[in-house]
Each structure stands twice: as structure tokens, then as C-alpha cells.
């Protein structure tokens, strides 16, 4: 069993075990040695890409998140989170599929005419899809896409240059936003289309990245299209492709990565830095655990996403950049994805695109912080039964001293008047506020993990790690409440005082951060 082991129900924990079997197996050494292709984000080349994905298919693991009548196995997106961790876990090239890619919206958005043409092969592991939203001058802002679709006698003209799309030179079709009403608004101006990449007037070109894999452009030089490759309805491109967008967001994936590269840490690595790591990932672990839990449950998902998001790349860079720097003489060569060699630079390099991947984690901290200023920020996570425990009753502790103080900084400093504005109006502000309440729910649902964790060394994992992220996180809760409240916060009689000084005062409640550390460098050595 990993430390990071995700808590699932039972019959979810069964269908992770056979998923492990499968994916163990399936990229075995002796099966990938010959088919490595480091110009392909998988590592791997085509041939073997598509018999796994049949694989995969054959087992229903593929489209396990779909609708029984979409041919999937009407399960809860929290299998597909559990596969997604799985598979990339194991480095399996069954990630970024067409039914991943495509299938969300083919499903939700699709005529059962284009279910039939496009997601069955899909969902059958037989063909392969790509999404083509963004653009060279776009980016982030899908408003600013120029791509266009005009329509005409008997359907439809598409012309433009999409770019940033993965596995655009494989794909068999591409979901593709064009604007078809240059004088609507952003939110009804747009129109999702089917695009078979084999239509005259297509052209793909392949542009290698700093790891040397490649990301494709898709030129569209008024490619003809039927009415019938519509997807969806006319002008509603906008709304489709942000259901699209959160749908994708939470991928466990990045935590999948995040465990397997803290499994493989040169011996460079010091055991305070792994210690480090790990108190880090029992934080996303536990991020992740809440998305798990939602999906399961029916909750709706929102903000929950884009925290996953973000706090999974962060870490990944954070363990890429310490491996890098841990590694010794001989260690640190450039080697692609599964060719013999120390990974430590690929993954460093590797660890800088899914920062930017399904929006900049820019993006997502404003939206975190858009839809939690909007909220009751007195409300914590369900609280765990701790009274028992005086290391899991300190942090818990420190988690709703914690709270007060996000709950107090929305309410006052974001609403201070600043330059003709608030301070809350400005980005740098907003983004701060976002850690800080990233920092306020790692404390919270640590807690409620180490807590529910059967007596063990993955309650003693989680729950040192918990401390950690207690002592931690509060200071940084409260460095941030300072700056965003300005001097007159640091006065004796401010209300951010007493609990600026309690804070220092129950840092070694329930054992120093330092004796926490300890144990968890002996806990992951």
C-alpha cells in the first residue's frame, strides 16, 4: 500500500486494484523497450499508444465515466480520476485519449448521428481525438480566438490556425471553436464543430517543445464542412467548451505524476527535502480526496477543481525542481521518457507545462477567488473527530484560527478602498487571497484524513503531515492576512493580533514541526 494512497469505498477500491494489474503489466519494461518516440507526449510511439488503448477499451476502463447508452459504464467521474492517477502512475499512454479528450462533449453536446461516427470508435479504443479552442494570439482568452465559421449554401466554411493542441498529428477528428457571429458577444458569437482531420484544406504541423515532444497547429484553409458537423447548437461554443474546460480540470493526473516522481527521488534528495515533499503531497492528496468524495456523492464540483489543478502543478514542480537539484554526478543528463537514464532533467522541464495546460494556474487562482469571495468563508469542512488525539485536536485547532482569519480578511481588507478601487479589485490581491484559502482547506481536510485513517503507518504518514501543514499554513494565512490589511493590522489592538501571536504560541501543541519532519523523512525513506 502507497502512503499516498487515495481512501476509496470498496468497490471503487477493488476496480483500482485490477486498473494497477492492467497498467503494471501493460508498460512493463519488456513491452515499451521497443516502442519509445520522444517526439510524443506519451513517450511512446503510435502502434503501441492504440493497442493499449483497445486494451483499455476491451476492460471498459476507457470510457468507465461515460453514460451506459454512450457505451461507457455509467460510473461517476470519480472512476475516471481514480484511472486518470492510475495511468499516469504507471506512465500508460491512456490519458489523453479521444474519449478523454473528446467524449465529455460528444456525449453531452453530440446527435446520436455523431455518437454513432465519432464516440463509439472512441470509446472502443479504435480512433483518436484532439480539442483545437486556442490559438497563437488567443491563449487563455478564448474571447480573442479569430478563427472563423461562415456559413454557406449547404453548410459551413472554417478558416483560421489553431495551436497548443495535443495529439493533433494522431487524431482521427478535432473539436474546433470558430466564431460564426462577428458581431455577437463573446458568450454567443461561437459554434463548436466536428472536424475530420483528413478533410481537404487541413494541414497539421508539429512543433517541438523544450522536452522535444510536440504539440500541433492545425491550419484551416476554408475547409468545407456539412451542416451535420455542428456540435451542439449554433452560437453556444462558449457555454459547450466551459463545460468542456471544468470538466477536464480535475484530472487527477498530476497527482498520478506527483506520486511517482516523489517514488523515484535521487538519493541526493535530503530527508528533511523529502520529508518536505511528502507533508506537500498529503495536501494535494487530500485536495484530491474532496474532488473523490464530490464526484461520488453527486456534489457539484466548482472551485474544488481549479484547486486541484493548481496545487497538483505546483507540486510537480516542486518535486522536479528538488530532484534536479539532488541529483549527482551522472544524474543529470537530458534522457527522453522511458529511454535508459536518471529522469530528474526531463521531468524538470516536463513539470513547466501542466502549470499552463487547461488554463494558466493564474487564471484558475482568480477563479477560486471569485467564487469563494462569493461564499460564506465562516463555513469549514465537516470537522473531524479529534478530541481524543492531542496532535489531531491542535491542528484542528490551528485550522479554525485559520478560517476566522480568511473569513476576516474577505470581509474587511479585500474591501478597503485602494487607488479609486478596492483592494480585492486588483489581481495580486485576488491571487493572494486564493493561496490563503488553498492554505485554510489544506488544514481543514488534512485533518479530516489523518483522522479517518485506520491506526497505521498511513495515519502516522497523514497525520504528521497534517501538523506540518498546520504550523505552516497558519503563518502563511496570517502573513498574507498582514499584507493585505495594510499597517494598520500590526497594531496591539487590531483584531488580527491575538491571533497572530496565538499562532506562534501553539506552534509546538501536539509536537514542533521540526519532530513532524522527523518522522515523516522515516516514515518515506
Avoid at 456539412?226 to 493526473?253: F, I, K, N, P, T
Avoid at 465537516?382 to 488525539?389: F, K
Wanted: hydrophobic fraction near 45%.
Amino acid at each position: 500500500m502507497r502512503l499516498t494512497e487515495l481512501r476509496l469505498v470498496p468497490e471503487l477500491a477493488e476496480w483500482c486494484r485490477e486498473v494497477r494489474e492492467f497498467l503494471a503489466a501493460e508498460m512493463a519494461s519488456d513491452n515499451v523497450a521497443e516502442h519509445v518516440d520522444p517526439t510524443d507526449l506519451t513517450g511512446l510511439d503510435l502502434d503501441f499508444e492504440r493497442r493499449h488503448q483497445k486494451e483499455a477499451a476491451n476492460l471498459g476502463m476507457l470510457a468507465v465515466a461515460l453514460p451506459v447508452a454512450d457505451g461507457g459504464q455509467g460510473r461517476s467521474r470519480a472512476w475516471k480520476h481514480v484511472y486518470d492517477l492510475e495511468a499516469a502512475f504507471h506512465g500508460a499512454p491512456s490519458i489523453d485519449t479521444g474519449v478523454t479528450l473528446c467524449g465529455f462533449v460528444l456525449s453531452r453536446f453530440g446527435s446520436q448521428a455523431q455518437k454513432d461516427q465519432w464516440l463509439a470508435p472512441m470509446v472502443s479504443g479504435e480512433i483518436m481525438g484532439a480539442i483545437a479552442y486556442s490559438e497563437a494570439g488567443a491563449g487563455n482568452d478564448l474571447a480573442a480566438i479569430s478563427t472563423t465559421g461562415v456559413k454557406d449554401f449547404g453548410g459551413w466554411v472554417l478558416s483560421g490556425a489553431k495551436s497548443h493542441i495535443t495529439g493533433a498529428h494522431k487524431a482521427d477528428v478535432a473539436v474546433v471553436l470558430a466564431v460564426t457571429d462577428p458581431k455577437g458577444s463573446p458568450r454567443s458569437s461561437m459554434t463548436m464543430f466536428l472536424v475530420p482531420l483528413d478533410a481537404p484544406g487541413v494541414e497539421i504541423k508539429r512543433r517541438s517543445t523544450i522536452n522535444r515532444w510536440t504539440l500541433g497547429e492545425i491550419d484551416l484553409r476554408r475547409v468545407r464542412l456539412d451542416d451535420d458537423c455542428v456540435l451542439g447548437q449554433v452560437g453556444e461554443g462558449w457555454s459547450q467548451v466551459m463545460a468542456a474546460v471544468a470538466a477536464e480540470r480535475g484530472s487527477l493526473a498530476h497527482y498520478g505524476w506527483a506520486e511517482q516522481w516523489l517514488s523515484r527521488l535521487p538519493a541526493g534528495v535530503s530527508p528533511p527535502e523529502r520529508a518536505r515533499l511528502h507533508a506537500a503531497a498529503a495536501r494535494v492528496r487530500a485536495f484530491g480526496q474532496r474532488l473523490i468524495d464530490y464526484e461520488e456523492s453527486g456534489q457539484p464540483v466548482g472551485y474544488e477543481a481549479s484547486v486541484v489543478k493548481v496545487a497538483s502543478t505546483e507540486l510537480l514542480q516542486d518535486i522536479a525542481r528538488t530532484a534536479r537539484s539532488g541529483a549527482g554526478q551522472g544524474e543529470t543528463d537530458w534522457t527522453p521518457m522511458f529511454e535508459n537514464g536518471p529522469p530528474y532533467a526531463y521531468n524538470a522541464l516536463e513539470a513547466i507545462h501542466p502549470t499552463l495546460s487547461v488554463g494558466a494556474n493564474e487564471t484558475h487562482q482568480d477563479m477560486i477567488a471569485s467564487e469563494l469571495l462569493n461564499r460564506d468563508l465562516t463555513v469549514a469542512a465537516a470537522p473531524a473527530a479529534v478530541s481524543d488525539d492531542p496532535v489531531l485536536s491542535a491542528f484542528a485547532e490551528q485550522a479554525v484560527q485559520a478560517r476566522q482569519v480568511l473569513a476576516l480578511t474577505a470581509r474587511h481588507a479585500l474591501r478597503r478602498p485602494l487607488y479609486g478601487k478596492q483592494v480585492g479589485d486588483f489581481q495580486a490581491a485576488r491571487h493572494r487571497f486564493a493561496d490563503m484559502a488553498m492554505a485554510v482547506e489544506a488544514m481543514e481536510l488534512t485533518a479530516v484524513e489523518a483522522a479517518l485513517a485506520p491506526a497505521g503507518p498511513q495515519r502516522d504518514y497523514l497525520a504528521s503531515a497534517a501538523k506540518v501543514t498546520a504550523n505552516e499554513s497558519l503563518l502563511d494565512v496570517l502573513a498574507g492576512a498582514h499584507q493585505l490589511h495594510g499597517a494598520d493590522g500590526y497594531y496591539d489592538d487590531h483584531y488580527l493580533a491575538p491571533f497572530t501571536r496565538r499562532a506562534w504560541a501553539v506552534q509546538a501543541r501536539g509536537g514542533s514541526t521540526a519532530e513532524h519532519m522527523d518522522r515523516l523523512a522515516r516514515l518515506t525513506a
